[in-house]
T-cell receptor, first 115, second 112 residues
């Protein structure tokens, strides 16, 4: 069984640009959550997708958007990048809603640097 | 809004001792609480889950307690080893809102 994979692992962008991060969920998982983790901080919830529908959103502006595909893989898009968007972006998949008590399986993250 | 606080100071202990990490929260008790381990530059890895109606959970050298009166969870690693050195994150799930909220993590360093 393959784990959660994210791409790219590292990328550098400049302010105002747009970025797309990708995530392949673990086999059999239908829920994907995205988190932003700044250096020295805990992961901050961005949003969650369940069966291709957004199923919850954290305190992030609309320029953070996402998609989930029929194969349950997912994308995170960030428009009009700001310096503060520099962080590790983590994707996590799970078998079902977090409410079922399931653990999250995290990828290794995409490290975004905005200059 | 919910606040989660973990020991902000790094915890340094000697090999063989018990490490105890604290997770405090404000306002409402979560439906359940999870602990994760994170190594530098890696994604978090799930360790244990404890529900609001459970007082204690164990898994090998790990033990988690959950006190909804104190609004606190304690995470213990007994007979600690240098390989246990990592950042440990607590995460709380609330049915209202349906999301898992993480604390800022506590860095543990176990010296040989």
């Amino acid at each position: 069984e393959t784990g959660v994979t994210q791409s790219p692992t590292h990328l550098i962008k400049t302010r105002g640009q747009q970025v797309t991060l990708r995530c392949s969920s673990q086999s059999g998982h239908n829920t994907v959550s995205w988190y932003q983790q700044a250096l020295g901080q805990g992961p901050q919830f961005i949003f969650q997708y369940y069966r291709e529908e957004e199923n919850g959103r954290g305190n992030f502006p609309p320029r953070f958007s996402g998609l989930q595909f029929p194969n349950y893989s997912s994308e995170l898009n960030v428009n009009a990048l700001e310096l503060d968007d520099s962080a590790l972006y983590l994707c996590a998949s799970s078998v079902d809603f977090s409410g079922a008590g399931g653990e999250l399986f995290f990828g290794e993250g995409s490290r975004l640097t905005v200059l | 809004s919910q606040k989660i606080e973990q020991n902000s100071e790094a915890l340094n202990i000697q090999e063989g001792k018990t490490a105890t990490l604290t997770c405090n929260y404000t306002n409402y008790s979560p439906a359940y609480l999870q602990w994760y381990r994170q190594d530098p530059g890696r994604g978090p890895v799930f360790l244990l889950l404890i529900r609001e109606n459970e007082k204690e959970k164990r898994k090998e050298r790990l033990k988690v307690t959950f006190d909804t009166t104190l609004k606190q969870s304690l995470f213990h690693i007994t007979a600690s080893q240098p390989a246990d050195s990592a950042t440990y994150l607590c995460a709380l799930f609330y049915n209202q809102g349906g999301k898992l909220i993480f604390g800022q993590g506590t860095e543990l360093s176990v010296k040989p």
